[in-house]
């Protein structure tokens, strides 16, 4: 998306976020409803932790080398394929306040972006 405008680049993280939430609801709502299921193993998306651990390590340095790599400044496109992971057994109470957790994550993300569209129907007519 490089060369795209501010607000397309902005729009396009929030799609990305709501993306994820998404698919978590998908895995912790699948979690659940297999609690029940022998040997069935609960599954987790493995991106938000390998970031926490990469951020406890001191973070992460990364460098352009080449023009056909993607600016390692950007976010765009981290979000697009996250891995799904196993944990372990079902633990329902987990399993519940990760789904309240991504409910209010989502909402957040719908709020901002209901926000940006009405700044956005301000400045094109022109403040009214």
Do not use: W
């Not at 895995?27 to 609690?35: H, L, R, S």
């Not at 926490?52 to 400044?73: A, C, F, N, Y």
Request: avoid cysteine; hydrophobic fraction near 40%.
């Amino acid at each position: 998306m490089a060369g795209t405008h501010p607000i397309d680049r902005t729009v396009g993280l929030m799609q990305d976020r709501l993306n994820l939430s998404a698919l978590n609801q998908k895995v912790v709502a699948a979690n659940v409803a297999n609690m029940n299921t022998p040997r069935y193993v609960a599954k987790r998306l493995s991106f938000e932790e390998a970031l926490k651990e990469s951020l406890e390590e001191g973070g992460i340095s990364l460098v352009r080398t080449s023009p056909m790599h993607r600016d390692p400044t950007s976010v765009e496109g981290i979000l697009k394929e996250p891995e799904v992971v196993e944990t372990g057994p079902v633990d329902l109470d987990a399993e519940m306040m990760l789904l309240a957790h991504n409910s209010v994550e989502y909402q957040f993300m719908l709020t901002l972006l209901n926000k940006k569209f009405t700044l956005l129907r301000t400045a094109i007519e022109g403040g009214r």
